[in-house]
Nanobody, 114 residues
């Protein structure tokens, strides 16, 4: 079975950086679009960034120029490099794989606060 395991969340000051990782256990990681979503308390889960099997990326307007999504095929891992973090980036961040009806990781908390 395919599983997604996120790591790298934590507490960071405004303007700081974090890198999130998502490790996939499935055999066909390389053929699926991967993504990062986030959900703040009381709000819906929103798209942050996606990356296709060929490396094409898309970003939410709120993170363009600050976040970078990438994937390392040899490690079955997708990353989200987050720079210039703002308090409004505070949320639980979820890894997503576009397989079947969609597969989600368990989430990792990112808190941006002074």
């Amino acid at each position: 079975q395919v599983q997604l395991v996120e790591s790298g969340g934590g507490l960071v000051q405004p303007g700081g950086s974090l890198r999130l990782s998502c490790a996939a256990s499935g055999r066909f990681f390389s053929i699926y679009t991967m993504g990062w979503y986030r959900q703040a308390p009381g709000k819906q889960r929103d798209l942050v960034a996606t990356i296709t099997s060929s490396g094409n990326t898309n970003y939410a307007d709120s993170v363009k120029g600050r976040f970078t999504i990438s994937r390392e095929y040899a490690k079955n891992t997708v990353y989200l490099q987050m720079n210039s973090l703002k308090p409004e980036d505070t949320a639980v961040y979820y890894c997503y794989q576009a397989v079947g009806v969609g597969l989600w990781g368990q989430g990792t908390q990112v808190t941006v606060s002074s």
